[in-house]
């Protein structure tokens, strides 16, 4: 992340810093590389709305949008509410399927009229559907999905936009599918992924935006977990929690530092909360959970953790700890200027090699704000404070004195019989023994039952209306968008309420022409 990106974000100070902005998908189908992804794809979107239309609480994950580009474009879901709608999505994606697998290899690529098709139908949308409530972002987030070198295409939409309106895009972003050349840790049970990269400024220069370029590998987990991070809080415009050690400790009188230090840090969900998700055992969410849906609400301050104590790391028993742990990260806000950031990732970084060296954990207590004269405070949540080989942390909630059950560890007076010991251990002999858990190897079957429950016309539909079967896709039409709402005067427009198609050959204006299909209704 350089500079020139840090001051951008700061012009997004509307956007709710805890939310996701709008999406938009497009996916290169083309030839011949489309047919050895498309099941991969399909499956890894099924998988991924099969959770976000399912979770309950705030939405995630406002709008979303899909075009899919061959030798044209074409938007198969115009910018939509996820949750509630997992039935038009599921037809979408059975739509992608259809998508032929086979066919001579485009002549000149249409991802720019995508692009330029999709900002469009964003302000048009913005304009005549969310105009009457607050939008949670006036920015849209645009991902291009491609099987081709992902530098080859970053470049051709820089020539390609150069003339296009970018003020309602908060990011581009160009996503590689590999070929199965990337190379696998032997460290790690996860898929391998490339981070995004950025491109140089001078490189940037013509969009007047990053692109973004990252690598991921052609398998159902992989892609899956790209869509994932979809569901995590990526805003930067405040930090969001502030970890409180103690004074540093000095033989000399001097009271020079007399305030504690103070990390600014992030945090970062480490798994969906199963209590959120229907068919899944309920589990207590602790304070975290809580804070991490409302706390953003006020912009104001941030969560205060205030180290009281350290624990040898042999000393804590996992009985006492509860609730969802969280990740805790340097903070990347763009509100603070370099040196700072910098300053604060060392401390953070020099943190976590201390505490693992020592083999110590941190018991911490969570602060807020102080209570009126008259008013008695909240009850104090404490923490425990894992340190990690990466950059990060881990906290979890630990029990006080007031939630403790009694409960005995009666301890053997002696050693079991040895033929008892004897059986038990030929049983442990037939197992097989894994040195990590590796939860991609466990399934729990939970996207088939969402499914199941999702398909329910009762559950869904929300118009009255029976869904529309899959289109049988033979070819794609050119600048065929199905808008949700009326389109912007760029040619005229018909009388009738339906706008006849026009060949491409008559489009002269230098931004996509959209076009209502026969078989949409306007709003």
Not at 384 to 404: D, G, R
Not at 420 to 432: A, F, K, Q, Y
């Amino acid at each position: 992340m350089h500079r020139g990106h840090i001051a951008r974000q700061g012009s997004l100070s509307s956007a709710h810093s805890w939310q996701q902005p709008p999406r938009l998908l497009i996916v290169d189908a083309a030839f011949p590389s489309w047919a050895r992804v498309c099941s991969n794809l399909c499956e890894a979107l099924q998988n991924f709305f099969s959770l976000a239309c399912s979770l309950e609480g705030p939405s995630r994950m406002p709008l979303f949008s899909m075009y899919v580009v061959q030798s044209r474009h074409e938007c198969i879901l115009p910018f939509m509410q996820v949750k509630g709608n997992f039935i038009r999505l599921q037809a979408c994606i059975s739509e992608l399927r259809l998508v032929p697998r086979e066919g001579i290899c485009q002549q000149r690529s249409c991802l720019n009229l995508a692009v330029q098709d999709g900002l469009q139908q964003f302000k048009q949308y913005s304009r005549h559907v969310m105009a009457s409530s607050a939008p949670s972002s006036s920015a849209v987030e645009i991902t291009v999905l491609t099987c081709q070198p992902g530098k080859e295409i970053v470049k051709q939409l820089e020539g390609e936009l150069k003339d296009t309106d970018m003020v309602s895009l908060q990011r581009l972003q160009v996503t590689e599918i590999s070929k199965g050349d990337m190379p696998e840790s032997l460290d790690s049970p996860w898929p391998s992924q490339a981070p995004a990269e950025e491109l140089s400024t001078d490189e940037c220069s013509i969009l007047g935006t990053d692109i973004e370029l990252q690598i991921i590998e052609n398998d159902i987990v992989s892609i899956e977990s790209f869509f994932k991070a979809w569901l995590q809080d990526s805003g930067t415009d405040r930090e969001h929690l502030h970890l409180l050690l103690p004074p540093q400790c000095s033989s000399s009188f001097s009271s020079a530092r007399s305030e504690p230090m103070c990390l600014k840090c992030d945090l970062q969900e480490r798994l969906l909360n199963p209590a959120l998700l229907p068919g899944t055992a309920e589990s207590p969410g602790g304070d975290f959970s809580s804070f991490y849906q409302m706390a953003p609400q006020s912009a104001a301050s941030c969560y205060r953790l205030r180290v009281i104590k350290a624990l040898e790391s042999s000393g804590v028993c996992e009985s006492v700890t509860y609730g969802l742990p969280f990740i805790i990260r340097p903070t990347s806000c763009w509100q603070l200027d370099w040196d700072e950031l910098e300053t604060n990732q060392q401390c953070f970084h020099a943190l976590c090699h201390s505490l693992q060296k020592r083999q110590w954990l941190l018991l911490a207590k969570g602060e807020t704000p102080s209570p009126g004269p008259s008013q008695n405070g909240p009850a104090s949540i404490f923490y425990i404070i894992f340190p990690s080989n990466s950059l990060t942390m881990l906290v979890k909630a630990i029990a006080t004195c007031e939630l403790l059950l009694p409960s005995s560890f009666p301890v053997p007076s002696e050693d079991p019989p040895e033929d008892i010991l004897r059986s038990v251990e030929n049983t442990l002999d037939g197992l097989e023994v894994e040195s990590t858990y590796n939860p991609l190897q466990i399934k729990g079957h939970l996207y088939e039952y969402l499914r199941s429950i999702l398909s329910k016309p009762q559950g869904l539909l929300t118009t009255g209306r029976e869904p529309r079967p899959p289109r049988q896709v033979g070819r794609l039409h050119p600048n065929r968008a199905r808008a949700t709402v009326l389109p912007l005067p760029l040619v005229p427009i018909p009388a009738p309420s339906r706008t006849p198609k026009m060949p491409a050959a008559k489009k002269t204006s230098s931004e996509p022409v959209l076009l209502i299909s026969d078989d949409e209704e306007l709003f």
